[in-house]
């Protein structure tokens, strides 16, 4: 997908969202507020675009914990150039859901 | 958050495990795990991480991977390519369209009055079938021979006719021992009708008449809705007119269009049949030698009788040809549509410049196949439904019975071809899906060297259509232009969905 491609907002702020850390699908919808039944297929529609890609976390890992294990996503370079772009769309999305600090600095 | 009871947990885990069954094979087992890891911690959340933010609900979580999993599904469908589910196409309108065609032969199908309309061909020996009338047509439906012609007949016309009965409809009381007197719709024959109609019977009884004596053959609706489908009513004796009558059979109901409703046949033999007076009118039913009849025109052939003088005619008209009135009652409606089609709707579909781009002859070919799949499935569609309402409403009056399948049948079959027409109109030529986004262009008052109408669009970028709102002598009928492939980037469709339609 190209950077300058169109989010609609939902999806900006999901992207939005595993920028700033939320990598479980179940945090997302925490921080944004969506329910499950539309942040599953946004977030899978993301990665079919290669915005961001998922990983499940070791079993082992896992096993320690005593709790099955979670898949957790993170966003790409093209993620991560198209959510730049997205701020200009949607200037309010980084306050809604503050990005990391170095990233802060970064632009800054 | 209090942490979830385990009553929540577990209605929480059932529903992910169902929505999982939704999911695509492939895919399910990771959405299933997916959900149930993220289930776990929605459910222990509080327990691990204490002071955490707001309450989510676990079964409100759950019930939303319904959601994911429909999503799923249709995502699937749309990326195989599969037609039938995007709205427009001409796969999903073939695909309606053969439903209702089905779930209409089905009821049709369920009606008995009906079944026997749409079949009636089916039975055996139908073909030298005939009724003998003195009055055309409409002795088939009401009594039109004497009992004493049809005594005569038995004997003298056994050059024509191989078998020929008579039977009368009548009111009569029925009476058995306990139990109150039904008043039934009797048909009193001659002992052979049966035999000669082939009808078919149902749960006959194990006893046998003794000769000569009257037998009672039941109509299956009249049996369920008198004698409450009592399985040992046959073999009884019951009463008519002060005899006795054994009840020998049940029969099926619309094997055979008696005039009028009878409940019931009430068989007698040629003895008790004498006893009526010679002048009762009755119908009569015969076997013809094909050999002594010249080829009939139009299923009648006519019977000519000198007797002391006197010269009779009767038409000898053919069982099958009555049969086959419901069809030909659609074939009459089917034409008085197609004249009337002209006065309702102009029929060109349109001004098509297909050849100009080199496409090839099968996308032309693919749309008029789809128009001829349209008519012949409306077509079916009207011809079942007509015939359905027609013998469902009125299977023991088929002269209104023909009247309602006319008056159904010609509106339904002039409103499905017009419908049909501007389905078409407004289908893109080449893809032969809904063109959509009208919009309408120029003003009706500023139209000199200029036109105004309405314009759609194909989504997939094939093309426009103009529709002129006054057809003008330069623009007279709905134009198609065709866009070259470099329009396509700005048409949304080609393309995959992307993240922006969620």
Sequence with gaps: MPADAKLSHTAAMILQAIHAGQIYGFSVMEMTGLPSGTVYPAMRRLERDGLIVSKWEQQSIADAEQRPPRKYYRLTRAGKSTLEAVYRRYPLLERMIPSPEPEHEVRR | ?502
């Design chain 2, 1 to 502: 958050m209090k942490p979830a009871s385990t009553h929540t947990a577990q209605l929480a885990r059932l529903i992910v495990r169902s929505a999982s069954l939704l999911v695509p094979h492939r895919n399910r087992s990771a959405w299933r795990a997916e959900w149930t890891a993220e289930l776990w911690h929605l459910c222990h959340r509080r327990c691990c991480e204490p002071g955490d933010a707001p309450d989510a609900d676990p079964v409100e979580f759950s019930l939303g991977a319904f959601h994911d999993a429909f999503w799923l599904r249709c995502d699937r469908i749309r990326s195989s390519g599969l037609p039938m589910l995007q709205p427009g196409s001409a796969a999903r309108c073939a695909l309606l369209l053969s439903a209702i065609a089905l779930t209409a032969l089905v009821l049709c199908l369920c009606l008995p009055g009906a079944r026997s309309a749409l079949l009636p061909l089916s039975r055996r020996g139908a073909g030298n079938l005939v009724m003998i009338s003195s009055d055309g047509y409409a002795g088939t439906q009401a009594p039109s021979i004497r009992l004493a012609d049809y005594q005569e007949w038995t004997t003298d016309t056994a050059a024509l006719f191989t078998e020929i009965a008579f039977y009368r409809p009548a009111a009569k009381s029925v009476h058995l021992p306990r139990r109150p007197a039904a008043r039934l719709a009797i048909a009193q024959a001659s002992d052979n009708l049966l035999q000669l109609l082939n009808l078919p019977v149902a749960h006959a009884g194990t006893s046998v008449a003794e000769p000569g004596q009257r037998r009672l053959i039941l109509a299956r609706s009249a049996w369920r809705r008198i004698y409450g489908g009592d399985p040992h009513l046959v073999g009884r004796i019951a009463e008519i007119d002060g005899q006795s009558v054994l009840i020998a059979a049940i029969m099926p109901d619309g094997d055979w269009h008696f005039a009028g409703h009878i409940d019931a046949l009430l068989l007698e033999n040629q003895r008790n049949l004498a006893a009526l007076p010679s002048t009762t009118k009755g119908f009569v039913v015969a076997r013809i030698r094909p050999s002594a009849f010249p080829a009939p025109r139009g299923g009648w052939r006519k019977m000519v009788e000198t007797r002391n003088g006197v010269t009779r005619g009767f038409e000898c008209i053919s069982v099958t040809h009555t049969l086959g009135q419901p069809f030909s009652v659609f074939l009459f409606a089917l034409l008085l549509a197609s004249l009337a089609l002209p006065a309702t709707t102009a029929l060109p579909l349109g001004d098509y410049p297909l050849r100009h781009r080199r496409l090839p002859g099968t996308i032309d070919g693919r749309r008029w196949i789809f128009l001829a799949a349209k008519f012949l499935l409306i077509l079916a569609i009207v011809d079942l439904c007509s015939t359905g309402l027609a013998y469902g409403l009125a299977a023991s009056d088929p002269i209104r019975a023909l009247y309602i399948q006319l008056a159904t049948a010609f509106p339904a079959l002039l409103f499905g071809f017009r419908w049909i027409l501007q389905d078409q109109r407004r289908r893109c030529p080449e893809c032969l899906r809904l063109l959509s986004n009208p919009a309408r262009v120029g003003q009706a008052s500023c139209n000199f060297l200029s036109w105004n109408g309405t314009e759609l669009f194909c989504a997939r970028g094939h093309g426009f259509l103009h529709i002129p709102e006054l057809p003008t002598s330069w623009f007279s009928t709905q134009r198609w232009l065709c866009l070259d492939p470099s329009w396509l980037c700005l048409f949304p469709e080609p393309r995959s969905a992307s993240p922006g339609m969620v």
